[in-house]
């Protein structure tokens, strides 16, 4: 006997659009012959996800309601705002260790930006009341019989 049985339904398909960019710039200097420096800056865009007909919703802890998508709405049609300032500065260094460029040390300095997609923004369109989702659970572990059921 299972101890337990979750339904999920999804009430119509979705379809989630996003846009994701990334611009860069850097640049190789040779400081002196046996050292050279690569330094840059990358920029990431990462947007929330937009469903095609805005069914999402989310909590709002502050006002204890469900906050729908809306082009018009307090929170827009993603329910949260693009962040535009993903700058991530990178540096390299190598290092020339004998003169002869057959033994380099090199090493290396980078920030990266990833849009979190493990759970959160991500299964917004799974939310009343355009999913629903059951359980029932036999913590008890018990067989009903006809007897006790009537």
Known sequence: MPSGSTQSLLL????????????????????TRRLTVNAGVRWDLWTPWVEVH??????????GQLVVASP???????????????????????????GSGKTVLRSGYSINYIEDLSAGS???????????????VNSAGIIPDRKSVV
């Open 12 to 31: 119509g398909g979705f379809g989630r659009r996003d846009v994701v960019a990334s611009a860069y710039f850097q640049d190789d200097m040779k400081l």
């Open 122 to 136: 991500t299964i917004l369109p799974f939310n009343l009341p355009f999913a629903y989702n059951s359980q029932i």
């Open 54 to 63: 805005d069914r999402q919703t989310n909590f709002n802890f502050a006002t």
């Open 72 to 98: 018009n709405g307090p929170f827009g049609r993603a329910l949260r705002d693009t962040n535009w300032h993903n700058f991530a500065p990178r540096l390299g260094l190598a290092y020339d260790l004998t």
